[in-house]
């Protein structure tokens, strides 16, 4: 009976442990096919990367209004499903002393740690990534750097010049290491990258364009609409006038009427003329600057012919016109003609829009830069600043009162503008309403020269 | 109570929009609870949160992702608030460093100033830095500072909750905010006034693995051997691939060890288990490290695997029975501590189970959840203790 009891029990421990070797093999299997079953979940999470960059990628551009944002939203959509720690955004940066160097754009889970702005890396691979088996030498030594992170995931773009690095603090992050398959994800997120910053590149580019064409068009056909006004005005007083001193009109003229008229159509024919004649000025602007003869002239000189010219226009506004007396031996490099054409129009501008009893004083000197500085300031009506630069516009006397009670072509100041352009030099208005307005041309340095001036003659005051 | 949520990888951004949705609660916020991701900068949030809100103290700290209904993840860019305006609901907090002294007696500490502060059956949620050191990978265990806590605080009618900060997944870092500012090694408690009760499930995920084998040596956390083998030894022919050196840590994604309370023999049920976490492995002495070193020699314990559809499964069950539980009563705030490894890219689960969670619990609940290193609440009917790989939530509610 005891015999027996032993055996059963003998049976039953040999039962048990049957049981705890198959409840632990089973329990292996269990454990390593769950094991491979979240595996398997964690790679298609992080493989989704790219897929999520792309579905993400009009979202981002829609949402971000400059190429330089999207950096910053991006590495956001990169971290948050590869679980990095850091990651960043570099470029390629041409240098004349380091032709390795790249510069961080954009930069991403660095806390209160300030990121690095360059890195140097010497001959930049296209794919890298470093595990704790990795020997720190280049280009371990520079990417590790990037981040300040041991274990990075690298890709670069040659073509583009843009690089996207990855980096963690542990090597096991979240669920494993970096490793070679994860060159798909790396370059398949620069990828989406380098493809939405060049769409929203081109994107703005075409904004721009269109607006530019928009403006320009809009430009044109106020141009057009200014042109046929101004050709039509004095042509209508050419014709209307001269119908009625025809032979055989029905008008009867007395001598004065007719003097009259044939001063109408006189003054009439000139602004028509003049009109042409800046038409035509403006419309070369573009090609006038190969043709300039450049020599160097005396700055007083050509400001005093100008003066001279327009001082008979200036007395009969009974306005004073002055020029100032600046460095004797002023000279700039200029085409006389086309200067002489500059200062007239700004001159007569200043005259036309400055009032009985106002003052225009027109002066040139030399700036501790070397620039040359040439001002007609007047204390006329002046304008609002807003309306500065529509006065530079052909045929954009600004709207008001005064608007079209002042004569001209209204191409004037376009033509002055496009003139100094062409010299080099730039053209700037200062106005206010009611205190007058200030014009100054600056010509560059390299256009300007104090001359040696000859000694004055014995007994000369 | 209201909720905040933001996320934004700037600091200023994050705090911005998770204030924004705070309301008119903002302007009336007596004490702010604030789960900020370990990427933003700490200190940044602490002064964008003192700009948006004034001299409001701030507790609560680093979390590695937040929950809410408006937005959850573990970016490290997210950022979660819950703002205390009612004066009749708002908790008081109390504050304890040292942990990188002593664990036990900064839980003692935190333990007796919550005593002297308790009359009636209270809710005390403790939120304390996980992570003593990076390198070595060292936690501050939550099992020393809650035994700490049970000591002092004694027999005092104290509902205890709480969480282990941590930074990210990887336990990298963690900080606290401490009230004034941004504090290391520090430990908060928030006891909620007499008037607020709290119901809470525990929601699991884990299920054995193995037959019973006994803890022969253990020293602490590290366990030496099971049934006389080295542990990893045991570990590794169970997955049947060899994990010691750099790749200890993956262990805590595959494995933990698991202790049944009560009846060893009684059916399986997954809220009889208090599982430990793997925190690493050394290939040269054979042994596993714990998250807790609160199992002792001649424990019999189990090796337990993670269950993603058991883990949902849990979810739904225990969301139901809140649900059941709160129906018709003046709920304050849902909330949910969840631990970081049952996110979907640590646990491989095919759905997050937070966002279960969030669209399960009845939607008139607010809701705010971080993820966290380690969950302590009431387990078995005893005092409360750390878990592991579980999922706390919390319903708040103002007691009738």
């Known amino acids: 009976m005891t015999e027996l009891r032993a055996l059963d029990l003998a049976k039953l421990e040999r039962e048990l442990a049957y049981y705890r070797r198959e409840c632990n093999d089973l329990g292996a299997r269990l454990l390593r096919l769950q094991e491979e079953q979240s595996q398997a979940f964690r790679e298609a999470r992080r493989s989704r990367t790219v897929a999520k960059l792309i579905r993400e990628a009009h979202r981002l551009s829609d949402l971000c209004a400059t190429p330089e944002e999207l950096g910053a939203s991006m590495l956001e959509v990169i971290v948050e499903n590869t679980l990095c720690d850091r990651a960043a955004f570099a470029r390629h940066e041409p240098s004349p002393t380091s032709p390795d160097l790249f510069r961080v754009t954009h930069a991403i889970g660095f806390g209160s740690d300030a990121p690095a702005e360059f890195a140097t890396v010497p001959a930049a691979p296209a794919f890298f990534l470093t595990t704790a088996r990795s020997v720190i030498e280049s280009p371990a030594y520079e990417l590790t750097g990037i981040l300040r992170m041991p274990y990075v995931l690298w890709a670069y773009d040659r073509a583009s010049g843009h690089a996207l690095i990855l980096g963690n603090h542990s090597e096991a992050n979240v669920s494993r290491p970096f490793e070679s398959g994860d060159q798909e994800l790396v370059e398949g997120a620069l990828s989406v990258y380098i493809d939405v910053l060049a769409r929203k590149q081109s994107e703005i580019e075409l904004r721009i364009a269109k607006a530019t064409a928009e403006e320009a068009s809009a430009l044109r056909a106020r141009f057009i609409a200014t042109l046929s006004h101004e050709l039509r005005t004095p042509l209508n007083a050419i014709i209307g006038f001269s119908d009625m001193m025809l032979p055989g009109s029905s008008y009867r003229l007395t001598a004065h009427q007719h003097a009259e008229y044939a001063q109408q159509i006189n003054e009439s024919g000139r602004l028509l003329l003049e009109l042409i004649n800046d038409i035509l000025d403006y419309s070369s602007l573009a090609k006038v600057a190969p043709q300039l003869s450049l020599v160097w002239c005396r700055a007083e000189t050509l400001l005093g012919a100008s003066a001279r010219e327009l001082s008979a226009l200036a007395m009969q506004n009974d306005v004073r016109l002055e020029v100032r007396r600046g460095e004797p031996g002023l000279e700039i490099k200029v085409d006389q003609l086309r200067f002489r054409q500059v200062m007239n129009n700004l001159i007569s501008n200043a005259v036309k829009f400055t009032g009985a009893g106002g003052s225009v004083t027109v002066s040139a000197r030399q700036r501790p830069d070397g620039a040359a500085e040439l001002l007609v300031r007047d204390t006329g009506v002046g304008m609002r600043a807003e309306d500065i630069p529509r006065a530079l516009e052909p045929f954009q006397q600004i709207d008001g009162g005064h608007s079209r009670s002042f004569p001209g072509t209204g191409l004037g100041l376009p033509i002055a503008k496009g003139l100094v352009e062409a010299h080099g030099g730039t053209l700037r208005i200062v106005s206010a309403p009611g205190e007058g307005t200030a014009v100054t041309i600056m010509l560059p340095e390299s256009v300007v020269r104090i001359a040696e001036l000859p000694p004055a003659e014995p007994g000369a005051a | ?400």
């Open chain 2, 1 to 400: 109570m209201r909720v905040g949520y933001g996320r934004s990888p700037d600091p200023v951004a994050a705090v911005r929009q998770a204030v924004a949705a705070l309301g008119t609660a903002a302007d009336n916020a007596r004490l702010l609870m604030a789960f900020s991701g370990g990427k933003l900068d700490p200190f940044a949030v602490r002064a964008a949160l003192a700009d948006a809100l004034g001299p409001v103290p701030v507790v609560g700290g680093s979390a590695a992702g937040a929950i809410s209904r408006s937005g959850s993840g573990y970016s490290g860019f997210e950022l979660g608030l819950v703002a205390f305006h009612d004066p009749d609901t708002a908790p008081q907090f109390l504050v304890s460093r040292g942990l990188e002294v002593d664990e036990r007696k900064a839980g003692a500490d935190i333990g007796a100033q919550v005593r002297s502060v308790v009359r009636q059956d209270q809710v005390v949620l403790l939120l304390f830095d996980s992570v003593a050191s990076t390198q070595p990978p060292k936690l501050h265990y939550a099992s020393s500072i809650v035994a700490g806590f049970n000591e002092a605080v004694g027999n005092a009618p104290v509902n205890l909750l709480g969480g282990g900060l941590l930074t990210d997944m990887n336990m990298s870092g963690a900080w606290v905010f401490d009230g004034d500012g941004v504090s290391k090694h520090a430990t908060v408690a928030l006891v909620f006034p007499p008037n607020v009760s709290a119901e809470t499930v525990i929601l699991h995920g884990c299920r054995p693995v193995s037959a019973f084998m006994e803890i022969t040596r253990i020293d602490g956390a590290t366990v030496y051997e099971l049934d006389g083998e080295p542990a990893l030894k045991v570990i590794e022919r169970m997955l049947g691939l060899p994990i010691g050196g750099g790749r200890g840590q993956e262990l805590s994604l595959v494995a933990t060890l698991g202790q049944k309370q009560g009846d060893p023999y009684a059916p399986y049920d997954e809220k009889s288990y208090v599982n430990r976490l793997i925190l690493s492995a050394d290939a040269n002495t054979g042994s596993i490290t714990l998250f807790e070193p609160d199992f002792e020699e001649g424990a019999l314990v189990q090796i337990m695997s993670r269950d993603n559809g058991l883990m949902l499964d849990s979810v739904r069950r225990g969301v139901e029975e809140m649900n059941r539980t709160v129906g018709g009563h003046d709920n304050l705030l849902g909330l949910y501590i969840d631990c970081a490894g049952r996110a979907s890219a640590r646990s491989g689960s095919s759905i997050e189970e937070a966002e279960l969670v969030v669209r399960g619990l009845d939607a008139k609940v607010p809701l705010l959840g971080f993820y966290s290193g380690v969950e302590v609440a009431p387990f078995d009917g005893e005092h409360s203790r750390p878990l592991d790989w579980t999922g706390v939530l919390t319903v708040l509610r103002r007691r009738q």
